[in-house]
């Protein structure tokens, strides 16, 4: 099981970027899917939840700006991002909970990050 994100760059304040993360590979099912951040010397920050039923939790620190949603045919996740700061700069993660076809169980994987640079 991968999990691939893409989509970052260099933006402009005030500007949106929209990024995509893709699962592939033996997969029964997903659960929650995610997208966190992380800045050198922090930890990582959750940014925003999705479940497979499409219920949406948010950082307060970008609620009302990014919108995160899912393609569960195309096992896909994607968080749009608008009105852009500076302090969004950051490296972006996705995450996602995942059955792998044969297990009883989930492991949670993640992606490889993307970094988004938000310039004033």
């Known amino acids: 099981v991968q999990l691939q994100a893409s989509g970052g760059g260099l933006v402009q304040a005030g500007g949106s970027l929209r990024l995509s993360c893709a699962a592939s590979g033996s997969i029964a099912k997903i659960e929650d899917m995610a997208w966190y951040r992380q800045t050198p010397g922090k930890q990582r920050e959750l940014v925003a939840t999705?479940?497979?039923?499409?219920?949406?939790n948010y950082a307060g620190s970008v609620k009302g700006r990014f919108t995160i949603s899912r393609d569960n045919v195309e096992r896909q996740v994607y968080l749009q991002m608008n009105s852009l700061k500076p302090e969004d700069t950051a490296v972006y993660y996705c995450?996602?909970?995942?059955?792998?076809?044969?297990?009883?169980?989930?492991?949670?994987?993640w992606g490889q990050g993307t970094l988004v640079t938000v310039s004033s």
């Open positions: 999705i479940t497979s039923s499409g219920i949406t």
């Open positions: 995450g996602a909970d995942i059955q792998q076809t044969g297990l009883a169980f989930r492991l949670y994987y």
